[in-house]
């Protein structure tokens, strides 16, 4: 018995032992670092934009939100930086491309900010608050070759209708709120935040979330859509898609509009809702279901032993959805 006491007291020293070295470096870094990633005589500055030449737009930015809005009447186009230091930023334009991108100088990679106390990318405790930083674009509406906006760590808008052959938006941490895009490839990408988008218009769509509310409303995407879902609620409302892939992990789903094509709508755990514009008869459906209830309105679901549920097993229609879910309800309705 005494023999196992000094083994439990001796581990419990080492773990002690243990514990105050890494509590001990830990109290190091944050003295340490605590002001080694706070931006040096952070200044606000303004850019001129020759919106008469513009043909590109690609924004890279490591901190900060970046906003994209109208030009006010009477006045010129132009890029407004605010709370960077000096050598943070980067503007420039040349043959037509419009490009802003964090210099090598920028070190303050925040991920959470408490106000007392932040902790960086790299998951370092800092003192104190960083200062609000912002990009903002005031430029005029036109059509663009290609638009490409990445942020690291802070939000991205758009207050007026953006147009390209290509559009790219993707941020690491932050909330995408978008509004009225219109390109033949749309390609929206966050890690951490939310995607809310009103309004667009193209041939192939990509959208994907890794953790956060995904949210598609008033669009339509005529060659094919990939959209997932990994952690998070998924909305597309008033949609119409074709050759549409879904995914989602963990999180409810909602469909309202019209599918052409072969789609493929999968959840693991989540309930999915699916409301069609039209009517079943413009549909032949394949029905999989785990764990949980279907429900199927103004269509007749056919169930033969041994084989998947169908809504209109006999159809020719080309528009073939296949839908798959593991563990969750399935509502299904179409237009009488």
């Not at 970046?66 to 050598?87: C, H, K, L, Q």
């Not at 040349?94 to 959470?112: F, P, Q, V, W, Y």
Request: charged share 20%.
């Amino acid at each position: 018995m005494k023999k196992w006491i000094r083994v439990t007291l001796i581990v419990a020293a080492c773990v002690l032992a243990v514990g105050l070295l890494t509590g001990g470096m830990g109290l190091y870094m944050f003295w340490a670092t605590a002001d080694r990633y706070t931006p040096e005589n952070p200044v606000d500055r303004d850019y001129a934009v020759d919106a008469s030449a513009l043909t590109s737009l690609r924004v890279d930015v490591s901190l900060g939100s970046v906003r994209i809005v109208p030009v006010p009447a009477g006045e010129s186009a132009r890029v407004e930086t605010r709370g960077y230091g000096a050598d943070d930023l980067r503007v420039t334009q040349e043959d037509g491309a419009l490009t802003i991108e964090s210099a090598d100088g920028l070190r303050d990679g925040t991920l959470i900010d408490l106000g007392l106390f932040r902790i960086d990318l790299r998951g370092r405790l800092h003192m104190g608050s960083v200062a609000p930083r912002s990009v903002t674009l005031y430029l005029p509406e036109a059509e663009l070759r290609f638009i490409d906006v990445s942020t690291n760590a802070g939000d991205f808008s758009n207050a007026m209708p953006l147009r390209a052959d290509a559009i790219s938006i993707t941020s690491s941490v932050g909330s995408l709120t978008l509004q009225n895009l219109d390109a033949q490839i749309l390609t929206l990408t966050n890690s951490v935040g939310e995607i809310d988008l009103d309004g667009f218009s193209c041939e192939t769509l990509t959208a994907s979330v890794d953790t956060g509310d995904l949210t598609l409303r008033n669009g339509s995407a005529s060659v094919s859509a990939d959209i997932r879902a990994n952690i998070g609620d998924a909305t597309l409302q008033d949609v119409a898609l074709t050759g549409l892939t879904f995914n989602s992990d963990l999180g409810d789903a909602l469909l309202d509009g019209t599918l052409r094509g072969a789609c493929s709508l999968e959840t693991n755990l989540g309930d999915l809702t699916l409301r069609f514009a039209d009517s079943a008869e413009n549909y032949f459906v394949t029905l999989e279901t785990g764990m949980g209830d279907l429900s199927v309105h103004n269509a007749d679901l056919v169930r033969t032993e041994g084989e998947p549920d169908r809504i209109n097993p006999r159809s020719e229609s080309e528009n073939r959805i296949f839908v798959s879910t593991s563990m969750g309800d399935m509502d299904l309705s179409f237009a009488e």
